[in-house]
């Protein structure tokens, strides 16, 4: 008998475009070779331009899908995106608690590519106090993590990333990646940090267009990393390659962002295949 792959289990919005939420998530873990447990947190109207509107599922149907599995089968890594509602976070962080043991990679979505707000104060101060304590990997951009560590008072844009990292850490991540693609850099820096600092940082060429689903094709990738048995470390790096890559290999589907290649793998090995 073939033994089993890892399992990632993922909480994400379905994304009829097919750039990001749940079927980024599956195509990236698919990928990568391990198994996708698809948990649907909302309903999306959304194209490769933006999300038009969100309709939450009921909290009780979200925690049900994932209970389910979770009694069906071993999961080596949870993973969260695109949430829906203030009871929707309380659902699934009342889920993961009761399996401490799995690893969390967050990819805090607040806002759409073109710059849609996806959530509320009242989702995020939830996201603070319920998730963030539970959380192994948070993969804020640099304008989520400022909006997710800032105090009322104070200017978001003037926040150093480094406080914010640490501002987050406080809250009870364990370890916070903050990606660069929105600072005004040639290259695309991205930190990974703990509680002793800087763990590693590591920069890439910036490309010329806009994607729809990076940021949970990177999330994505660092979960179904960490389920194959990769350190955090190794597991951060190695998801950020292979985004690049699947970044690289981008194809614009309709007349919105492009959509990162997830199979450019499989691509590059069947055109080996047909020159031989």
Known sequence: MLQPPPIVLSFAANDPSGGAGIQADSLTIASLGCHPLPIITAATVQDTAGVEDIFPL???????????????MPVH?????LLGSVEIIAAIAEVISDYP??????????????????VDEEMMDA????????????????????????????????????LCAHSLLDMGCEHV??????ENTIQVTNILFNENGIVRSDSWQRLAHSYHGSGCTL????????????????????????????????????MGQYIPNRLFSLEKNNKAVDKD
């Not at 400022?146 to 844009?157: G, M, N």
């Not at 990646?177 to 929105?182: D, E, F, K, P």
Request: net charge negative.
């Open 177 to 182: 990646l903050i990606t660069g693609t929105h």
């Open 101 to 118: 043991a799995i690893p969390l990679v967050l990819d805090p979505i607040l806002i759409s590519g073109r710059g849609d707000e996806l």
């Open 77 to 81: 890594v949870f993973k969260i995106g």
């Open 58 to 72: 009921d909290p009780e149907w979200v925690a049900d899908q994932a209970r389910a599995v979770l009694e069906d």
């Open 219 to 254: 999330s994505s990738a660092i979960a179904a990393l960490m389920a194959k048995g990769l350190s955090i470390e190794q597991s951060v790096f190695e998801a950020q390659d292979y985004t690049w890559q699947t970044l690289n290999a981008g194809f614009q589907p309709g």
């Open 127 to 162: 996201m603070r106090e319920l998730l963030l304590p539970q959380v192994t990997v948070l993969t804020p951009n640099s304008l989520e993590a400022r909006q997710l560590s800032q105090d009322e008072d104070e200017d978001p844009q003037k926040l150093d990333l480094s």
